[in-house]
């Protein structure tokens, strides 16, 4: 597969897992110095990564939950709470997550990872009343 398809594919697992709005934005962003990143990002984690057989992308979204959580990476986790629920991770199921990082990572990366998550939630129930 060639760099323009791989990034193609890429970006449509981008645009179905983090949504249009997101994405469009990011790409509102790209500069001289910054649009090579996203163009690799596109590549090889949207594309080479997510689009590989063998786990589904609800699966994909526990893991980088978990990850992000446990690195405090808080902004990648919030982006990807919502990116968990559009690949149909439940609230319920994300708390499971959260739980689980707190034995493995932390009650501290955990405590926060409720809050951010807790705040993406009220974010989109916000977002959705608007319509």
Not at 17 to 31: F, I, R
């Amino acid at each position: 597969m060639d760099d323009k398809t791989r990034y193609d594919e890429g970006m449509k697992t981008r645009r179905a897992v983090l949504g249009p709005a997101y994405v469009d934005k990011a790409s509102a962003g790209l500069t001289d110095f910054n649009a090579e990143w996203q163009e690799f990002i596109t590549r090889t984690a949207w594309n080479d990564v997510w689009n590989r057989p063998g786990l589904v992308g609800r699966e994909r979204s526990i893991i980088v939950l978990a990850i992000a959580a446990s690195l405090g990476a808080w902004g990648e986790f919030r982006i990807h709470v919502r990116g968990a629920i559009n690949n149909g991770l439940t609230r319920d199921e994300i708390k499971e997550v959260l739980l689980q990082t707190a034995i493995y990572a932390g009650v501290p990366a955990a405590n926060h990872a409720f809050k951010e998550a807790a705040s993406v939630f009220a974010e989109m129930e916000a977002e959705a009343a608007k319509g």
